[in-house]
């Protein structure tokens, strides 16, 4: 089985420790979510077109600056999910250092940008359009909801059909 690496990136409480539960178990919530360290889930995702990608999907604690630690996790990724949330405009700021900064290490992955929370649409503070032009060619940009699920199954399979296209 094809296989890759993939790092979910942003700001501390955007909801990537979340967004990973709800995509790998279908659920949301509980107390333990605060990530200590480093998480690796698995899941396989298969396409419309049949096609299947196991993906390795890495939760690094403490990723809201580009520390020297953090970059070397982020090595060996094949894609990112960029992750902000749509309550907090700065955490699109974050999203951006950290592309900016494992860009250059890596060079410019594959990716999606996620603006999770958007099921609390009365405090939503991020315009739909902010990202634009700032991370180059994402494969996709989704407003994404890990409590409700919305977009979030969307957002791993536009990454995953995304690094096969790349590399089959
Ligand atoms: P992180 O891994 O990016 O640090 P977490 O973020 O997944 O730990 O989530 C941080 C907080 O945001 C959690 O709340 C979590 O329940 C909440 N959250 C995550 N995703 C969503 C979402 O899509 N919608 C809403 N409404 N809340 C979300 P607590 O209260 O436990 O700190
Ligand atoms: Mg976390």
């Not at 659920?27 to 299947?52: E, M, N, P, S």
Request: glycine share 8%.
């Amino acid at each position: 089985m094809n296989s890759r690496k993939i790092c979910i990136l942003g700001d501390f409480a955007v909801g990537k420790t979340s967004l990973v539960r709800r995509f790998v178990q279908q659920q949301f919530g509980d107390k333990y979510l605060t990530t200590v360290g480093v998480k690796v889930d698995t899941k396989t995702v298969t396409l419309h077109d049949g096609r299947a990608l196991k993906l390795a999907i890495w939760d690094v604690a403490g990723t809201d600056t580009p520390t020297e630690l953090f970059l070397r996790y982020a090595r060996g990724a094949a894609g990112l999910l960029l992750v902000a949330d749509v309550t907090r405009a700065e955490t699109l700021d974050c999203c951006r250092e950290l592309w900016d900064a494992v860009s250059a290490r890596l060079g410019p992955l594959p990716h999606v940008l996620l603006a999770n929370k958007c099921d609390l649409a009365a405090q939503r503070e991020l315009p739909r359009d902010a990202a634009d032009g700032l991370f180059g060619n994402a494969l996709a940009r989704l407003d994404t909801s890990a409590l409700t699920g919305e977009n979030v199954d969307l957002a791993f399979e536009a990454l995953a059909r995304g690094l096969l296209d790349a590399a089959p």
